[in-house]
Nanobody, 127 residues
Framework: QVQLVESGGGLVQAGGSLRLSCAAS????????VGWFRQAPGKEREFVGV????????YYADSMKGRFTISRDNAKNTVYLQMNSLKPEDTAIYYC????????????????????WGQGTQVTVSS
């Protein structure tokens, strides 16, 4: 099973940008679809976006479209989440998660499909 470690979180002002990284070890991430999720204080964890194993397909939650971009560098065994135009409501712990192979669009946001999770990285956006 692949192990995942997120990094890149921090404090940023509204309108700013951050790039999160999800570094994999134990297995090559090239065979995995990788999703990003987030959990704000007092709220349930929610889907942010996903990138398929080849990097050719990405899918985002509506509130992230146009602001967030997921990419991957399989040679570096790393997946990235570029976040632009950040808002205070983007404050949350961000997690990456992986599932082996592919998943249909219908289930891309289904957390139960992902069997490897990172520990999360805190993103705080000040107003």
């Amino acid at each position: 099973q692949v192990q995942l470690v997120e990094s890149g979180g921090g404090l940023v002002q509204a309108g700013g940008s951050l790039r999160l990284s999800c570094a994999a070890s134990g297995r090559t991430i090239g065979s995995y679809t990788v999703g990003w999720f987030r959990q704000a204080p007092g709220k349930e964890r929610e889907f942010v976006g996903v990138i398929n194993w080849s990097g050719g397909i990405t899918y985002y939650a509506d509130s992230m479209k146009g602001r967030f971009t997921i990419s991957r560098d399989n040679a570096k065994n790393t997946v990235y989440l570029q976040m632009n135009s950040l808002k205070p409501e983007d404050t949350a712990i961000y997690y990456c998660a992986a599932l082996l192979g592919s998943v249909t669009t219908q289930f891309m946001g289904d957390q139960r499909r992902y069997n490897s999770w990172g520990q999360g990285t805190q993103v705080t956006v000040s107003s």
